[in-house]
């Protein structure tokens, strides 16, 4: 009941794949950080952020020297493109769970989109891991809309977070410090390295021809047949492909839609494709 593969059988691909994630307020974990604040848990996010995602390594060195090569979710993807020059005294981070993006975010897909208010603010990012506000109509510089001037926020596609940093005002009523503290969705690409593994399962006519289903035998016969099933024009049915290690270990199987007769006049293949 088992067969070897052989090394043109067995194929391997790596590919990234992407799919489509919308997010509402309520399948994110948001917290708002205040510098001092009296508040402990606001004051306590405010040095987390702080340190975990806008303290450079020369900052730190100052403070003593063996920490001045640390390295931060923010500086880590820094690539001379990402602003960091934004981080106030008050803001919000926002986790994305794991789960829901995969490896991590595509760059440029993320949209954020606030309605608290009459008015929609959307943010997005650049690629660079920085967010602007396209549609801003207050407090906005001539240079790029991504600049260092007109960033809002950042995005930390490796490990599904977003953090909105700018106090300044949307559009003269909005501030962006209240983004994220209402009705707000998020929509990005999550993106995940997998390993297809290919198998080509071939049956010639003369193999594989008998079958281990117990139904097929009388209950008290002794190992015979049941009676409708003694003639030579009963064929086999294959129900399902295993898959086994060296030692006949069953290391996963493929259902077929329905069960197809065994053929002992031609060869069949039958093709397994699985991905990690």
């Not at 405010?46 to 340190?51: G, K, N, Q």
């Not at 794991?98 to 490896?103: I, L, S, V």
């Not at 898959?243 to 007769?261: Q, V």
Request: one cysteine or more; glycine letters at 6%.
């Amino acid at each position: 009941m088992y067969k070897q593969f052989n090394e043109e059988q067995q194929n391997l691909y790596e590919f990234t794949a992407h799919k489509n994630y919308v997010k509402s307020q309520a399948d994110l974990t948001r917290h708002f950080f205040v510098s001092a604040s009296s508040n402990t848990s606001a004051s306590r996010y405010y040095h987390f952020a702080r340190i975990n995602f806008y303290l450079s390594g020369s900052e730190l060195g100052n403070e003593e020297k063996r920490l001045n090569k640390i390295q931060t979710p923010g500086n880590r993807q820094n690539n001379d493109l990402m602003h960091f020059n934004k981080f106030y005294t008050q803001g919000s981070i926002v986790y994305i769970p794991q789960n829901e993006f995969g490896d991590t975010i595509k760059k440029g897909s993320f949209v954020l989109r606030d309605n608290s208010t009459d008015t929609e603010i959307k943010i997005v990012d650049d690629l660079n891991g920085n967010l602007y506000a396209p549609s801003a109509t207050f407090s906005q510089s001539v240079s790029a809309l991504s600049s260092s001037d007109n960033y809002v926020g950042n995005v930390f596609y490796d490990i599904g977070a977003f953090s909105i940093t700018e106090t300044a005002s949307y559009d003269g009523t909005n501030d962006y410090k209240d983004v994220t503290s209402g009705n707000y969705v998020v929509s990005y690409k999550g993106t995940r390295d997998l390993t297809t593994y290919d198998w080509t399962c071939v049956l010639e006519p003369n193999e594989l021809n008998l079958t281990e289903n117990i139904t097929i035998f009388k209950p008290l016969g002794a190992g015979d047949l049941k009676d409708n099933l003694t003639s030579s024009l009963f064929p086999t049915y294959i129900t399902e492909v295993g898959l086994y290690d060296d030692n006949k270990n069953l290391m996963g199987y493929a259902k077929l839609s329905k069960p197809i007769p065994k053929s002992t006049s031609i060869p069949m293949r039958f093709f397994v494709r699985m991905d990690y």
